[in-house]
């Protein structure tokens, strides 16, 4: 086997293997490159510190590890179908802290992946709060929308920052499409020109945007745990 970093693929490469790496993900996941490029730059992964295994068959293992300061967060992680159940998870953690220098290191899992859990935890990880994926009707127009819980790293304004035609209103409540990225106060869902499904991503459960929206119908499209150590 041989060990390298995501740095040393091309952007071809790279997604051809991150798409290897969740195919038969339990939510079915497929990447483009102009997803890649933007998921590199927007979330601050740093591919010289994420580690890459291959053998003469091609990719087996990689994880994405991004920085900020003193605090790091795992945004990508993943065994190809062929290497599963032959124990290379926990090494491949490993290989992907060793060295590392930050006061905590995060991570999002989905709620059934018990597989996965089991290797955040041995690694140290605990679970620190619920976040769940929903989509849904805007509410009337002259409600308020009520605020977005502490955003996840996706959703940091670090994050928001880095990404290209983004909508902010009454620079409270930033969006792009149908993705709802944040919420503040005084936002109305009539400030809201999308029509059709609304999606909110990793939005904290139990915040009050979170109750508000169950209260309108919306649905949990997934739910994962945000681990840390």
Known sequence: MQYL???DLSLEQQTHALNLVYQDYTMPFQVSQEWVV???HAHQI???RSPLWVDRRGVVALSLLALRGQRAWIGG???APAYRGRRFSL???RACLEGLQADCVQLEVLTGNLKAQATYRRAGFEVTRQLAVLEGPAGPPHQEIQPAGSPCWQRESESLARLADLRVVKGSLVYRGNLIHQVGPGACWGDLPVVGTLRVSNEPV???LYQQLIGLGWREVARQYEMSR
């Open 5 to 7: 970093h995501f740095s």
């Open 38 to 40: 933007e998921h590199l």
């Open 46 to 48: 740093d591919p010289q």
């Open 77 to 79: 992680f993943g065994i």
């Open 91 to 93: 090494p491949l953690l």
């Open 206 to 208: 139990g915040s009050p």
